[in-house]
């Protein structure tokens, strides 16, 4: 449960760090149910809105960001994939 709130409470934070509008960003494929799910679904669609502020972060900017941005948009995937992974790990264990 500690490491469900750690999660929750980095793709939260990630999410508000972000900031600023979302630009022309795909979607990420957002596969976890949110009726089994309410807590890691909004989680995931957190890190999808993360991903796309980061993204309109990059093309706002015309000066380098030192591959951070890049950098931020890798741990957000990661951070989905470690979601889609809790949610079929509650499957597994209901």
């Known amino acids: 449960m500690n490491v469900r ?7 939260l934070g990630l999410g508000l760090a972000a900031g600023g509008v979302i630009v022309g960003h795909e979607s990420a494929a957002q596969n976890i149910n949110p009726a089994r799910h309410p807590n890691l ?3 995931q669609r957190l890190c999808d809105q993360a991903y796309a502020k980061v993204s309109a972060a990059q093309d706002a900017n015309e000066f380098d960001l030192d591959g951070h941005a890049a950098k931020a ?13 809790a949610a079929a790990a509650s499957n597994r264990n209901r």
């Open 5 to 11: 709130k750690a999660v929750l409470g980095s793709v």
């Open 41 to 43: 679904a909004a989680a």
């Open 73 to 85: 948009k890798d741990l957000l995937s990661q951070a989905n994939q470690e979601l889609k992974a």
